[in-house]
């Protein structure tokens, strides 16, 4: 299957602090990228839907401007964490389909997720 | 918004058990996916059904669609230590979202 790396794997950061998150498609080029955030023993949830070249969308009660999505390249989106506060401390997932797999019906590829901690 | 539901939340058995798993969702689906998630790792796809098939195997994997009742299954048969994980049902919304259930945490004692 398609690999996603995401980097880095865990960061700590001091309160008030920006963070940048990376997600790469390996082997494949991914259009769209999905960006979840995970509490511990929770489900995953939908933050944003990242398609390359144009504005992220954003799910209801995710703030834009605290979690910005750039997916400048095919290959590459990333999930900066601005003015980061302790509540922000969570398990944020990337994944993405390819180009060539219809995003309605192809399977997603998941990273291994980044673990994300704000003193 | 989050649209599966899944029982039992948690799931202890011993090696050699099978593990049933089931997932509801609210919504009319293209297809509904099954996957696995390690603790503090990523998410493994296990499955994927579509909404025009019943039942669908994967080695020791089983997993059932009802459409009618909006409700699918995963069995994981013969058990091991191994499969001891997170699983989490998910279905793709119109838009191509995934939407995922709350998950169901299995723990197969050796």
């Known amino acids: 299957g398609a690999v996603v790396s995401q980097h880095p794997s865990w960061v700590i950061c001091k309160s008030g602090t920006s963070v940048k998150i990376e997600c790469r498609s390996l082997?494949?080029?991914?259009?769209?990228m999905f960006w979840y955030r995970q509490f511990p023993k929770q489900s995953l949830m939908l933050m944003a839907t990242s398609n390359e070249g144009s504005k992220a969308t954003y799910e209801q009660g995710v703030e834009k401007d605290k979690f910005l999505i750039n997916h400048a390249s095919l290959t590459l989106s990333t999930l900066t964490v601005t003015s980061a506060h302790p509540e922000d401390s969570s398990f944020y997932i990337c994944s993405s389909t390819g180009t060539s797999g219809s995003v309605l019906m192809g399977e997603q590829f998941f990273g291994p997720g980044t673990r994300l901690t704000v003193l | 918004s989050q649209q599966g539901e899944e029982d039992p939340q948690a799931l202890s058995i011993q090696e050699g058990e099978n593990a049933t798993m089931n997932c509801s969702y609210k919504?009319?689906?293209?297809?509904l996916q099954w996957y696995r998630q390690n603790s503090g790792r990523g998410l493994v796809h296990l499955i994927l059904?579509?909404?025009?098939?019943r039942e669908k195997h994967s080695g020791r994997l089983r997993v059932t669609l009802d459409t009618s009742k909006k409700s699918s299954s995963l069995l994981i048969t013969a058990s091991r230590a191994a499969d001891t994980a997170s699983y989490f049902c998910?279905?793709?919304?119109?838009?191509?979202?995934?939407?995922f259930g709350q998950g169901t945490t299995l723990q197969v004692k050796p």
């Open positions: 919504t009319s689906i293209n297809n």
């Open positions: 998910a279905t793709r919304s119109n838009t191509g979202k995934l939407i």
């Open positions: 059904i579509r909404s025009n098939e």
């Open positions: 082997d494949f080029q991914a259009t769209t």
